[in-house]
T-cell receptor, first 115, second 110 residues
Framework: DTGVSQNPRHKITKRGQNVTFRCDPISEHNRLYWYRQTLGQGPEFLTYFQNEAQLEKSRLLSDRFSAERPKGSFSTLEIQRTEQGDSAMYLC?????????????FGPGTRLTVL | AQRVTQPEKLLSVFKGAPVELKCNYSYSGSPELFWYVQYSRQRLQLLLRHISRESIKGFTADLNKGETSFHLKKPFAQEEDSAMYYCALLASGGSYIPTFGRGTSLIVHP
């Protein structure tokens, strides 16, 4: 499968714990996005990388959230001191520079439940 | 700031009936608009984008800048069209931050 992969697929944690998610984009894609999706809503943009550079961060991304993309390959999203409000599906997407549009290819998501 | 509105949370039709999923946007520049679809237990995937002016699985969408709309249409719905549909906007000018609507669940009854 050469699509975007995310691990783990599910994570249950207790409030206050730290969690880390991983995203492996399509290999030739230089752009990588993280989104959060809660029930009844569309994906909400969190942050975006072009290669290893983190170019944009949403106001939604509090100080407890940090993302990295070392060497412009896979990316990790860490949430520190999780809160119940962090429970959501976390989606990763990647895209390549292919003209004026930016078709994003999504991973299956990581569902986080904070107890 | 850009915004995408999908006024219907749920659209229920019978097989063979026409379908129109509404999408309205708010953006001062020239946007790129997309429709994404998520079938049951599958990942979100691109259905079509306005710049391509294409028809995918019988669906079409026309950008109406006057009405700031990008409605998705299909003349004859099929049961396999049942899915969650998201309209998305990409702002012009180099920002690659997309804005998604909340989605419309389409159910096509046999």
């Amino acid at each position: 499968d050469t699509g975007v992969s995310q691990n783990p697929r599910h994570k249950i944690t207790k409030r206050g714990q730290n969690v880390t998610f991983r995203c492996d984009p399509i290999s030739e894609h230089n752009r990588l996005y993280w989104y959060r999706q809660t029930l009844g809503q569309g994906p909400e943009f969190l942050t975006y990388f072009q290669n290893e550079a983190q170019l944009e961060k949403s106001r939604l991304l509090s100080d407890r959230f940090s993302a990295e993309r070392p060497k412009g390959s896979f990316s990790t999203l860490e949430i520190q001191r999780t809160e119940q409000g962090d429970s959501a599906m976390y989606l990763c997407a990647s895209s390549s520079r292919s003209g004026p549009t930016d078709t994003q290819y999504f991973g299956p998501g990581t569902r986080l439940t904070v107890l | 700031a850009q915004r995408v509105t999908q006024p219907e949370k749920l659209l229920s039709v019978f097989k063979g009936a026409p379908v129109e999923l509404k999408c309205n946007y708010s953006y001062s520049g020239s946007p790129e608009l997309f429709w994404y679809v998520q079938y049951s237990r599958q990942r979100l995937q691109l259905l079509l984008r306005h710049i391509s002016r294409e028809s995918i699985k019988g669906f079409t969408a026309d950008l109406n800048k006057g009405e700031t709309s990008f409605h998705l249409k299909k003349p004859f719905a099929q049961e396999e069209d049942s899915a969650m549909y998201y309209c998305a906007l990409l702002a012009s000018g180099g920002s690659y931050i997309p804005t998604f609507g909340r989605g419309t669940s389409l159910i096509v009854h046999p």
